[in-house]
């Protein structure tokens, strides 16, 4: 029977998607290793898709750093890159399950990342609360939280939103479509920008709202609807 794509859960969408990679693959070769490449190595090598993984984590880090700069907002940078790094690892095999949303699995799975290196044990709990949180559908609490969940919503937006979205096209032909894709699009701008909290999000929100309408308005012209899409 085929699906709606609207209907279905981004936890289900990102396990569809996602690359496997062995449950056993080695994160680290020598106990006490700098965490910090680590954590960036594993992203590299294993969280690996153009929606979400190594790049969308790259930026995301980036830009929660800038917001809470723009904030005047002091970060623990240890719970910021730990956090922006691993938060979409429950969307990739072996640790996505298709009946729990994949920001839940990352905070049960990411310390099978962690656990062999020398991270802050006393910041765990932290990383799992960002983690927890990255959504736009929930609300974040402490300001770790908040701007990795800001910079995760800001990233559905913009031309990056629509290249994200874009990516996720079925290259045979089947769902989603590019339609489907649209639809996607249109409903990450009714639902996306309420959800963003900092003022500095905030801020930033009605020129990417602007870059997307643009492009959806554009595309639709340019393909009948949609129909020659």
């Not at 859960?9 to 496997?20: F, G, K, M, N, R």
Request: hydrophobic share 45%.
């Amino acid at each position: 029977m085929k699906k709606n794509f609207l209907l279905l859960s981004l936890t289900a969408l990102l396990a569809w998607a996602a690359p496997a990679f062995s449950e056993n693959t080695p994160v680290s070769t020598a106990p006490a290793v700098n965490w910090r490449e680590t954590v960036r190595s594993f992203a590299e090598k294993n969280l690996k898709h153009p929606a979400w993984g190594y790049s969308h984590s790259v930026r995301i880090y980036k830009m929660a750093l800038e917001l809470a700069g723009e904030d005047k907002i002091k970060l623990d940078d240890d719970v910021m890159f730990a956090s922006a790094y691993l938060h979409d690892m429950g969307a990739f095999a072996p640790y996505a399950k298709q009946d729990k949303d994949h920001a839940d699995t990352a905070v049960a799975r990411m310390e099978t990342v962690l656990s062999a290196t020398d991270f802050p044990k006393d910041k765990i709990e932290a990383v799992r609360s960002a983690i927890r949180t990255h959504m736009y559908q929930r609300k974040p609490e402490g300001n770790e939280a908040v701007y990795l969940h800001d910079a995760d919503a800001l990233d559905w937006l913009g031309a990056v939103g629509a290249a994200r979205v874009l990516a996720l096209i079925d290259k045979n032909g089947g769902a989603p479509n590019g339609a489907m894709a649209v639809q996607f699009m249109e409903d990450n701008l009714s639902k996306v920008p309420a959800q963003v909290f900092s003022k500095a999000g905030k801020a930033r929100v009605p020129a990417r709202v602007k870059e997307l309408k643009t492009f959806i308005e554009q595309l639709r012209a340019e393909t009948a609807d949609l129909k020659d899409f």
